[in-house]
Nanobody
Framework: QVQLVESGGGLVRPGGSLRLSCAAS???????????MGWYRQAPGNQRELVAG??????????NYPDSVKGRFTISRDNAKKTVYLQMNSLSPGDTAVYYC?????????WGQGTQVTVSS
């Protein structure tokens, strides 16, 4: 079973950038590489929403983003390090939320503990 640990959250001014990391504790690089990985966020009073996804090796590492973050957020993965990243640029207060890493394959879905991102002047 994979375990996920996020890092990189914090306080940033509007217009700033942050890079989140999600390290997976999993048996092998080969196992990690087949997981579809995603970043979600949840602001107080809101539902958890997908902000970036990247397919596993069978899907060619295809990425997807909602319109709200397209062009500002970039997801990437380093299978050798069993880590997925979320580069966030041009942040605004509306991006303030707890950001969660997710790993999914078949009926299995695993969540990290979340990392707080606060965008404020």
């Amino acid at each position: 079973q994979v375990q996920l640990v996020e890092s990189g959250g914090g306080l940033v001014r509007p217009g700033g950038s942050l890079r989140l990391s999600c390290a997976a504790s999993v048996a092998s690089v080969n196992v990690f590489s087949i997981y579809t990985m995603g970043w979600y966020r949840q602001a107080p009073g809101n539902q958890r929403e997908l902000v970036a996804g990247i397919s596993g090796i069978s899907g060619g590492g295809k990425t997807n983003y909602p319109d709200s973050v397209k062009g500002r957020f970039t997801i990437s993965r380093d299978n050798a390090k069993k880590t997925v990243y979320l580069q966030m640029n041009s942040l605004s207060p509306g991006d303030t939320a707890v950001y969660y890493c997710n790993a999914a394959i078949g009926s299995i879905t695993v969540w990290g503990q979340g990392t707080q991102v606060t965008v404020s002047s």
